[in-house]
């Protein structure tokens, strides 16, 4: 069964910084389309970044310029570096991969929770 462990999360205040990572549990998705959605509260799950296997890069407006997507070359892990969070950063961020860009992920990972707060 295919597994997407992520950590990372945390409380911050606002200014802060945390760093998520996510691994995937077989080589293959090193070929996949990677990235991070979140969820708020009453909310829709929203993209954040996704990273193609050959570094292209793609953030939502309210994150570009403090969020960082990154990964290593032929790997199955995905990097997220949040730096000036916001209290409207919070959410449940889950890593996902997929096979192309505009649709819905094939996988997902478990979330983690990122509150930041004061």
């Known amino acids: 069964q295919v597994q997407f462990v992520e950590s990372g999360g945390g409380l911050v205040q606002p200014g802060g910084s945390l760093r998520l990572s996510c691994a995937a549990s077989?080589?293959?998705?090193?070929?996949?389309?990677m990235g991070w959605y979140r969820q708020a509260p009453g909310k829709q799950r929203e993209l954040v970044a996704d990273?193609?296997?050959?570094?292209?890069?793609r953030y939502a407006d309210s994150v570009k310029g403090r969020f960082t997507i990154s990964r290593p070359s032929a790997k199955n892990t995905v990097y997220l570096q949040m730096n000036g969070l916001k209290p409207e950063d919070t959410a449940v961020y889950y890593c996902s991969a997929g096979r192309f860009r505009d649709s819905t992920p094939n996988y997902w990972g478990q979330g983690t929770q990122v509150t930041v707060s004061s």
């Open positions: 990273i193609t296997s050959d570094g292209s890069t």
């Open positions: 077989e080589n293959r998705f090193s070929m996949y389309l």
